[in-house]
């Protein structure tokens, strides 16, 4: 019997040292360019844990897409506190999945500054952007002006990435279908004529295919060049706005319901609206702040703010299948 009372003990022991360690430690989910050693998340968590005393555990995966499977496929028994990098072309499909909390902000709308309404009662935003096509100005003479003359007169050789697999490429599938409707899978058929590869995620169109020079135009953000003067005191790039508008792309965050560390997520998500964590947005993840547009890098003076463009998320993600059917037989055509 007194075997039993210690291995009882030492095993009482174990479980409330488990339960410390994970009141200690917030595990948060996000893509991997996010953690990278440019991207904001080293940073964040070491100013996170400076502050509040805890460990931030960030694990990734290549991209928005793919993390929304993840935790839908992990369910209640994901690892996750927190999903980070979702965007608005996920949301619906994100509510829908019922996995996520309700947040308690009841005063969001006086500290984010959104170029549109945010009405999510689960997500809170922390930085946006608009997709755009970037080329090289000292190489690419005389750009497209809208994504009519890109589809139908442009001569260019453009990198995209995969809409299944990447935040940007669903973007451009909803971007064209929310300029041409029923119409987009014969612009797609125009616009594949111009496309020489599309990869899986971002940056293997970016820096391994665009910037070597194999490119003309690649899909990415209208802040892309902003990093280049920057980082690389460089002005070759440039982005374009279309006479029609640039598709808006708001990434936010959730709690999960199955967190075992909700009130610390909370004191994440507070910390993410602050000025500690929307400060280096612009210079890391390259985006704009969703707290504070006054105190951008100088680089951001080069950089022109588009009219914005969104479908409803409902809207997508009822149809978003069948939007990705058009385009891979637009693909094979």
Request: no cysteine; charged share 20%.
């Amino acid at each position: 019997m007194r075997i039993i009372t210690i291995i009882s003990f030492i095993l009482f022991l174990f479980n409330l040292s488990a339960k410390a360690n994970t009141q200690d430690t917030l595990t948060i989910y996000t893509y991997d360019s996010f953690v990278s050693e440019w991207g904001p998340g080293p940073i964040i968590k070491e100013r996170f844990e400076k502050k509040f005393n805890k460990n931030l555990e960030f694990i990734t995966v290549d991209s928005a897409a793919t993390l929304l499977t993840k935790i839908i496929l992990e369910g209640s028994s994901t690892k996750a506190d927190i999903i980070l990098g979702l965007d608005m072309n996920l949301i619906d499909q994100a509510n829908r999945s019922n996995l996520f909390l309700e947040h308690s902000f009841n005063d969001l709308d006086k500290k984010i500054n959104l170029p549109i309404e945010w009405e999510s009662q689960k997500f809170i935003p922390y930085n946006y952007g608009y997709f755009a096509f970037v080329y090289n100005n000292k190489k690419f003479k005389n750009p497209p002006k809208s994504m009519n003359e890109l589809i139908n007169n442009t001569k260019a050789r453009i990198v995209i990435q995969d809409p299944r697999t990447s935040t940007p490429g669903l973007g451009l599938l909803t971007w064209i279908k929310a300029i041409y409707g029923n119409e987009a899978e014969n612009k797609w058929k125009k616009l594949n004529k111009k496309i020489i590869t599309v990869t899986k995620g971002w940056t293997d169109s970016y820096y391994n295919i665009f910037l070597t020079g194999e490119a003309d135009m690649v899909l990415s953000y209208t802040t892309s060049p902003a990093a280049h003067i920057m980082f690389e005191n460089n002005y070759d790039y440039s982005a374009i706005n279309f006479v029609e508008g640039n598709y808006i792309s708001i990434e936010y965050a959730g709690i999960l319901k199955s967190s075992k560390n909700i009130f610390l997520a909370k004191k994440f998500l507070n910390f993410m609206i602050s000025n500690d964590f929307q400060s280096i947005i612009p210079s890391t993840n390259i985006m704009y702040p969703v707290n504070n547009m006054n105190n951008l890098p100088k680089a951001y003076e080069n950089i022109e703010i588009p009219k914005a463009i969104q479908l409803n998320p409902t809207i997508i993600n009822e149809n978003k299948s069948h939007w990705i059917e058009e385009w891979l037989n637009a693909s094979i055509n």
